[in-house]
């Protein structure tokens, strides 16, 4: 399985931004599929999570009602969209992949920087 993911820049508080993940390979192991940022001097941090066949997706608290996670099967990607965003959304974002029950994430894509700026 491999995972490419696009769209961060420097935008301003406020603005809005909408990161893909195109996945690629074995679609059994990577069933679910999540979003995580860390920020320089912090840990990663779980942002939202979703499965390809459906189901309620999860959005962390920190980000709930201005970021959402949806999948467009079709073309195997997974979308972050990035509402209202502030300055400490700054991180780089990653996206990740599992099998639907396991408990740890099994792939992961190279990251894309997001900095928003006050």
């Known amino acids: 399985v491999q995972l490419q993911a696009s769209g961060g820049g420097l935008v301003q508080a406020g603005a809005s931004l909408r990161l893909s993940c195109v996945r690629s390979?074995?679609?059994?192991?990577?069933?679910?599929m999540g979003w995580f940022r860390q920020a320089p001097e912090k840990e990663r941090e779980f942002v939202s999570v979703?499965?390809?066949?459906?189901?309620?997706?999860s959005v962390a608290d920190s980000v709930k009602g201005r970021f959402t996670i949806s999948r467009d099967k079709a073309k195997n990607t997974v979308y972050l969209q990035m509402n209202n965003l502030k300055p400490e959304d700054s991180a780089v974002y990653y996206c990740?992949?599992?099998?639907?029950?396991?408990?740890?994430?099994?792939?992961w894509g190279q990251g894309t920087q997001v900095t928003v700026s006050s």
């Open positions: 390979g074995n679609t059994f192991s990577s069933a679910i």
């Open positions: 990740a992949a599992k099998p639907r029950y396991a408990s740890e994430w099994s792939y």
């Open positions: 979703i499965a390809w066949s459906g189901g309620v997706p």
